[in-house]
């Protein structure tokens, strides 16, 4: 199958590995990933912080980009969210019908990694070892605006030589969401504490989640504490092997 990489912004800017991880995942299960170089930012930040004017651009771009391809894959939740659930809403409240049409339709063909795994590619065992004691996040967008469900979960439980334990109170949100976390620090660093608390609690030496931003926000309270706990997007573990 020919799959096209959507890489998302901190992918390209702050975390490459995950990126990477993802074309070597596919091109190991026997399909080709173009990259088009044209792609740049989906816009969400500026919808979420209410500049849907300047996102309008963003949204036009992505649908021109990614319009000749049948299949578009996302290494975060968050991203594939805002395609699928805001692309059409942003072109449609500016009056573009044309875009919004368009908008529709490249949505429909943009899966988040779990959801192209499970769903499209009908693959559950990627072949992958990580001899690890991993913990898994689920976050806010892909749990409750992607709706990938525990695709994620299916997928390292079939990951050879992991541990994989169960997050006390997995689904209550780590505090990122963003410009959240800027706006309203102290609520997002309480919220932050629980996670980590609940975290550290599993014993586990990674945890794991399909969004670089929460992991950045997770990853930045557990350096902080020097609790030894390291964070690793999905991508990476899937696709480690025994080689690697």
Do not use: W
């Not at 990614?66 to 009056?95: K, L, N, W």
């Amino acid at each position: 199958m020919r799959i096209a990489f959507f890489a998302t912004c901190l992918a390209d800017t702050l975390f490459p590995e995950a990126a990477k991880a993802t074309v070597r995942l596919l091109e190991r299960l026997g399909h080709e990933v173009v990259f088009p170089f044209e792609q740049t930012c989906c816009g969400q930040m500026h919808i979420n912080t209410g500049y849907q004017k300047e996102a309008l651009p963003l949204v036009r771009r992505y649908a021109s980009v990614f319009d000749p391809y049948d299949v578009i894959v996302v290494p975060s939740g968050s991203c594939a969210g805002s395609i699928r659930h805001q692309h059409t809403m942003v072109a449609s409240a500016h009056g573009d019908a044309g875009l919004a049409s368009r908008s529709a339709s490249v949505a429909a063909r943009t899966y988040e990694l779990s959801e192209l795994l499970v769903d499209v590619l009908e693959i559950e065992d990627v072949g992958a070892y990580y001899p690890h004691r991993v913990t898994y996040h689920p976050t806010c967008h892909s749990l409750r605006m992607t709706r990938v469900g525990d695709k994620p979960l299916r997928l390292l439980r079939r990951v050879r030589g992991i541990d994989l334990v169960e997050l006390p109170e997995a689904e209550q949100c780590c505090g990122f969401g963003g410009t959240f976390a800027i706006k309203n620090a102290e609520t997002s660093m309480a919220m932050l504490a629980d996670k980590m608390t609940n975290i550290v609690s599993t014993g586990a030496d990674l945890c794991t989640a399909g969004d670089s931003s929460c992991l950045m926000h997770i990853g930045g309270g557990l350096s902080r504490l020097r609790s030894g706990v390291r964070t690793v997007h999905l991508a990476e573990i899937l696709a480690s092997t025994e080689s690697s």
